[in-house]
């Protein structure tokens, strides 16, 4: 016997769980003041931003690439503060990006870019100096003062051309 035969007089603590978001509502909500169809066109935007990114080198451009992209993921959600809308721009993001590179989520995963970069940010105060050592890294030009200092000026240029396309939006108050 381990004591736990008759337990009819014991309680759990937090049965009770919340209620869930209506989620519906709220989409339905974000959906008849348009700030769904702005996700949308936020998301495809974004999406076109980091095709239009040029460098000559291949492998150069798919690192930044995937910087900027780290940096629509990583920042979005303080630049748009409803989750719903963040997770609508990014799904839409990432989707157009399929369409445009289908292979680059795949390459995004596999060579793990993302973890490296987020590892680099300091909870609430990114450091674009660690960002652009991890850039130069990735470019195989670690420690290489010159790449570092792209890799910085990249993150700090994506975040500013970031937060810049997020302002245009007119997102209404729900």
């Not at 348009?34 to 996700?39: E, F, H, K, M, T």
């Not at 503060?81 to 997770?87: A, C, F, G, I, R």
Request: proline fraction near 4%.
């Amino acid at each position: 016997m381990n004591g736990f035969e008759n337990d009819a007089d014991m309680k759990i603590v937090g049965d009770e769980r919340p209620a869930p978001p209506d989620t519906a509502a709220k989409w339905q909500q974000q959906k008849a003041c348009g700030n769904i169809d702005r996700a949308h066109r936020l998301g495809a935007v974004l999406a076109q931003q980091l095709m239009n990114i040029e460098e000559p080198d291949a492998a150069r451009l798919l690192q930044k690439q995937m910087l900027a992209a780290f940096v629509v993921d990583d920042a979005l959600p303080a630049l748009v503060t409803d989750e719903l809308l963040t997770k609508t721009v990014r799904g839409t993001f990432y989707e157009r990006l399929r369409d445009l590179l289908p292979e680059f989520e795949d390459t995004l995963h596999r060579l793990g870019a993302f973890t490296f970069y987020r590892l680099s940010v300091d909870g609430d105060t990114p450091d674009a100096t660690r960002v652009g050592a991890v850039f130069a890294a990735l470019c195989g030009c670690a420690e290489d003062a010159a790449a570092e200092q792209e890799g910085a000026r990249l993150y700090r240029g994506y975040h500013e051309r970031l937060a810049e396309t997020v302002a245009m939006v007119d997102f209404q108050k729900v």
